[in-house]
Structures are given as C-alpha cells and as structure tokens.
C-alpha cells in the first residue's frame, strides 16, 4: 500500500473510533439481563460493565454496556456488541480471540471471517501501544466472563 492509502485509512480508522466513542452502540443498562459482569482497569481507570441475554438457543439475543473510559475502551466496546449480537456463546469466544490477536498485531489472525476482519481492523492500528491495547480489550474480557457465570472482575483485563 502506499503511503497516501495507508494516511487515508489510518484517518478512517480513527473516525470510526471516534464515532464509536462519542456515539456507543448498545449503551446502558439491560433489564432482565441473564448475564453481568464488571471490569477494570487500574492502569487507565477504565471501568465497564456488560449486561447480556441468553437465549434459550444458546445465542446472546441482547447485548449492553455501560462505563466510563477512553476513547479507545469505548469504541471497543461499542464495536463488541454490535458485532456478538445473534451469535453463539462459542462463535463470541472464536471472535473474541481472533480480535485478541489482531489488536496484540500477532501475524495469522484466526477465528474471524474476512468481514469480521474488516469490521475490526480499526482497532488493529492499537497494537502500536502497548498501554492501549488492555483498554481494547477490556470489554471483551468482561464479556467473556459474563458469559462464564458473571462473575465480578476488579483485576486489570488480560491481554496475554
């Protein structure tokens, strides 16, 4: 790619961050929610709470978030339940993976489809700050952990 194309994308890829931290998708509290769980992270004081509904079918049928944070935490968040929305408690855990590895910019992302990819290569660009890619991934492992029984987390989210 050249230069010119990779300015154009990077400035892309910021604007949809942008527009997903100012404008959250799926924000604020879940009533009858089947699954809770809170995270933290202590570095930065980003704190999220992701509400969600299983369904019978074993899909999350609803998907919420709530907190406070960065930009990037947000967006992130933002992008989560957008995307985990009709899909398996096992096809969430495969994405959740998949984005793991792209935002830690390891080589042979698996686990996401090309638009799965697509969607998520914006925050692909967090890899380059170290510090930055345990906000991206706060939300997801917030998730993951209502989807394993809610438990409440106050430890810093993982990113290894």
């Known amino acids: 790619m050249s230069d010119m194309t990779d300015d154009s994308l990077r400035e892309l890829y910021q604007e949809v961050i ?26 930065c004081g980003d704190r999220i709470t992701v509400h969600l509904v299983l369904g019978a079918d074993g899909r999350i049928a609803h ?29 969430a855990e495969k994405l959740m993976d998949g984005f793991l590895h792209l935002v830690k910019g390891e080589e042979g992302v698996t686990g996401l489809g090309d638009d799965d990819l697509e969607t998520l290569q914006v925050m692909a660009g967090v890899s380059a700050f ?13 998730m993951k952990s209502a989807l394993e029984g809610g438990s409440r987390s106050n430890e810093p989210a993982k990113t290894e």
């Open 63 to 91: 998907i919420k978030f709530e907190g406070r944070g960065c930009a990037i935490s947000q967006a992130s968040a933002s992008l989560m339940t957008d995307m985990l929305t009709g899909r398996t408690a096992a096809e």
């Open 130 to 142: 170290p510090m930055r890619v345990k906000c991206a991934t706060l939300a997801w492992h917030t």
């Open 18 to 43: 942008l527009d997903h931290s100012k404008h959250p998708r799926h924000f604020g509290p879940l009533e009858h929610a089947t699954h809770n769980a809170h995270g933290y992270n202590p570095l």
